[in-house]
């Protein structure tokens, strides 16, 4: 049995790379090129950048948890206190900045956590560490949902939030079948607009490395750093490609090829992916589950939620444009 490669070559992952990668290249840019201020990009492509998993290689060293907070570190909220009292008084408060260190959950200083399951299947115990973040759906109906186009899909299949147009309001994590992006109350787009009436700060998770990383050809960070060659990334036929046979060559089971309607993160496991769910510490908000998952935008009441929010997103595009010119006149930061 051959050892999987611990990427693909990197003609490969370059080619999968540069649909994407110059329009991916400026941080927080509302250009046409990339979907801002269009809708964001609908529907899959072969090229889009996937990655794959072994989760029997896992060893819990979180070399990749430390090495994306490092990487994207500067991307992380700063929120302004006291936060302003919102009325009426139904969205929480969800305030992250005094325990920046919490490692052991996805929050909006920590983007990527490890979770371990011990199980037994067929007679024999594992122990299994499985890297969780934003799976980077083909159909993401956190970015098909935003009401502020605030949450896109990128041409290279990235799915991230753009933190200057996010309100905070949480639709991307209600829609999310894994509830991944975290709030930080008291930053954001919504102080500037409507402090005490919208969203309450704004939602962060995986951007995959798309600008500190990606836009320039390499690796993101946690896919670079690992000693263990947990994860291959490339394009993502060619991913799907190499998941299935080792999956084949192991007898192993995958995830992600189909749940949610196909992710751009495909999981290898051992054991059977219902054992390792019902064995993984789910318990508490928003610690994300490994259940098979339904295709959200399949829902008829999604799709017509799309349909409407397209031309709403455009439109709030437009007021964040001036309300930034009118905040860089001022000399004001985004957040
Ligand atoms: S996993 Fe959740 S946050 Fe990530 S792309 Fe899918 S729906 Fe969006
Ligand atoms: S791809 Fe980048 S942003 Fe996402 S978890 Fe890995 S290091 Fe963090
Ligand atoms: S760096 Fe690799 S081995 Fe270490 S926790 Fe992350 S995925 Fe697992």
């Known amino acids: 049995m051959s050892d999987p490669p611990r990427k693909l070559s990197r003609r490969a992952f370059?080619?999968?790379?540069?649909l994407g990668a110059a329009s991916a290249a400026a941080p927080g840019a509302a250009r046409a090129s990339d979907g801002y201020g269009k809708g964001g990009v609908h529907g899959r492509r072969a090229e889009e950048l996937c990655a794959f998993l072994d989760i029997s290689r896992c060893i819990n060293c979180q070399q990749c948890v430390y090495a994306c907070r490092e990487t994207n570190g500067h991307k992380f909220p700063e929120p302004k206190k006291p936060f302003p009292k919102m009325y009426p008084n139904?969205?929480?408060?969800?305030?992250?900045?005094?325990?920046?260190?919490?490692?052991?959950?996805?929050?909006?200083?920590?983007?990527?956590?490890?979770?371990?399951?011990?199980?037994?299947?067929?007679?024999?115990?594992?122990?299994?560490?499985?890297?969780?973040?934003?799976?980077?759906?083909?159909?993401?109906?956190?970015?098909?949902?935003?009401?502020?186009?605030?949450?896109?899909k990128l041409e290279n299949g990235i799915v991230r939030i753009e933190s200057g147009l996010c309100m905070g309001g949480a639709k991307c994590r209600a829609v999310c079948p894994w509830q991944i992006p975290q709030r930080q109350t008291g930053v954001g787009l919504y102080l500037s607009l409507m402090p005490r009436f919208a969203g309450n700060g704004v939602m962060y998770k995986c951007d995959r490395c798309f600008d500190t990383k990606v836009a320039k050809g390499e690796l993101p960070a946690c896919v670079e750093v690992c000693p263990e060659?947990?994860?291959?990334?490339?394009?993502?036929?060619?991913?799907?490609?190499?998941?299935?046979?080792?999956?084949?060559?192991?007898?192993?089971?995958?995830?992600g090829l189909e749940d949610n309607g196909g992710t751009n993160t495909i999981y290898l496991s051992p054991v059977p992916w219902e054992v390792l769910n019902e064995a993984v510490d789910s318990r508490g908000k928003h610690k994300p589950d490994l259940a098979a998952k339904p295709n959200v935008m399949a829902n008829e009441e999604n799709l017509a939620s799309a349909v409407f929010a397209a031309p709403v997103a455009g439109l709030a595009a437009g007021v964040f444009a001036a309300a930034k010119s009118i905040r860089d006149r001022k000399g004001g930061a985004d957040d």
């Open 90 to 152: 139904k969205v929480p408060v969800e305030d992250w900045s005094e325990r920046r260190n919490v490692t052991d959950r996805l929050t909006p200083y920590n983007w990527l956590s490890i979770q371990t399951a011990e199980v037994e299947w067929q007679g024999k115990e594992y122990r299994l560490h499985i890297p969780r973040r934003c799976l980077h759906c083909q159909n993401p109906p956190c970015a098909n949902l935003c009401p502020f186009g605030a949450a896109r």
């Open 229 to 255: 060659s947990v994860q291959s990334i490339g394009p993502r036929e060619e991913i799907v490609a190499l998941a299935k046979r080792r999956a084949g060559e192991t007898g192993g089971f995958l995830y």
């Open 14 to 18: 370059l080619g999968g790379l540069a």
